[in-house]
Nanobody, 125 residues
Framework: VQLQASGGGLAQAGGSLRLSCAAS????????MGWFRQAPGKEREFVAA????????SYAASLKGRFTIARDSAKSTVSLHLNDLKPEDTAVYYC???????????????????RGQGTQVTVSS
């Protein structure tokens, strides 16, 4: 399974971006999905996660209210809407999937079995 994040780019502070995560090789409609980010010189951190059916979500406390995770099972994609962007949101954003049998919305990168390549988000002030 390969996961690929896309949709990153350059945005101004206060702006918005929509990131998308798509899979190749198999569907991940039965997987908990998560987004993480890593800023230069910092450790990778949890951003958001969503359950298999999309009914449950989890967010990093500092990001809740500005970021929204959603999934479109028909299209086998997971999106992350970034609103009211701040320069400190500048990072590489990664999507990841847990194994199909797991339902917990983990905040730990190491607990996601499938990890995609990231997309760069740069926010200018």
């Amino acid at each position: 399974v390969q996961l690929q994040a896309s949709g990153g780019g350059l945005a101004q502070a206060g702006g918005s971006l929509r990131l998308s995560c798509a899979a190749s090789g198999r569907t991940f409609s039965n997987n908990v999905m998560g987004w993480f980010r890593q800023a230069p010189g910092k450790e990778r951190e949890f951003v958001a996660a969503i359950s298999k059916d999309g009914a449950s979500t989890s967010y990093a406390a500092s990001l809740k209210g500005r970021f929204t995770i959603a999934r479109d099972s028909a299209k086998s994609t997971v999106s992350l809407h970034l609103n009211d962007l701040k320069p400190e949101d500048t990072a590489v954003y990664y999507c990841a999937a847990r194994s199909p049998s797991i339902t917990v919305l983990s905040r730990s990168w190491s607990q996601y079995a499938y990890r995609g390549q990231g997309t760069q988000v740069t926010v200018s002030s």
